[in-house]
């Protein structure tokens, strides 16, 4: 499984957009990417999934580079609500497959 | 929306005593985990399960641990002889047999005390 590297920790204000950046160097070919958001004593919960190039839903932006090294979570307009843990995980598309986790990126929205 | 579901939310158990934490995984779901996190720890899989056997468990998962689709519906995880170190939220998760951008969603989780 390809190890992923994000920040510990970032601060944002409301009303502002947020970029959460992923490394994972050694992302295989056939790795999809994964976001989820965890709040405290809650399931994680699956913001965005992505291969390449640009996905969004009605959450997020997921965007990847060509080399796959790499992605950014985007979230726009953020509200205290969105303060959360935030995990990028890489993986196979295999049902069996579980996901590992790394610390994630604890977003503070700040008033 | 359909959901995971899991019950109890939390149970308090003596050192040694067996435990049944339940989920019920999103209907047409065919793919099932469990994970667990200790307070202030990472989310750290556990074992997962298709086709009523085990597909992959980790080092955490030795035979204290057992797990069960008891009726199609229910998803359990039994513990036995809990002890205080398994203390922690345990996490359901499933996935479908859906299209490849599929993945794995999670239930609220079951907050495990052992005294």
């Known amino acids: 499984l390809a190890k992923t590297t994000q920040p510990i920790s970032m601060d944002s204000y409301e009303g502002q957009e947020v970029n959460i950046t992923c490394s994972h160097n050694n992302i295989a070919t056939n790795d999809y990417i994964t976001w989820y958001q965890q709040f405290p004593s809650q399931g994680p919960r699956f913001i965005i999934q992505g291969y390449k190039t640009k996905v969004t839903n009605e959450v997020a932006s997921l965007f990847i580079p060509a080399d796959r090294k790499s992605s950014t979570l985007s979230l726009p307009r953020v509200s205290l609500s969105d303060t959360a843990v935030y995990y990028c995980?890489?993986?196979?598309?295999?049902?069996?497959?579980?996901?590992?986790f790394g610390p994630g990126t604890r977003l503070s929205v700040l008033p | 929306e359909p959901e995971v579901t899991q019950t109890p939310s939390h149970q308090v158990t003596q050192m040694g005593q067996e435990v049944i934490l339940r989920c019920v995984p999103i209907s047409n779901h065919l793919y099932f985990y469990w994970y667990r996190q200790i307070l202030g720890q990472k989310v750290e899989f556990l074992v997962s399960?298709?086709?009523?056997?085990?597909?992959?468990k980790s080092e955490i998962f030795d035979d204290q641990f057992s797990v069960e689709r008891p009726d199609g519906s229910n998803f359990t995880l039994k513990i036995r002889s809990t002890k205080l170190e398994d203390s922690a939220m345990y996490f359901c998760?499933?996935?479908?047999?859906?299209?490849?951008?599929?993945?794995?969603?999670f239930g609220p989780g079951t907050r495990l005390t052992v005294l």
């Open positions: 399960f298709y086709n009523n056997e085990i597909s992959e």
């Open positions: 995980l890489v993986g196979p598309d295999n049902y069996g497959q579980n996901f590992v």
């Open positions: 998760a499933s996935r479908g047999p859906g299209s490849s951008t599929d993945t794995q969603y």
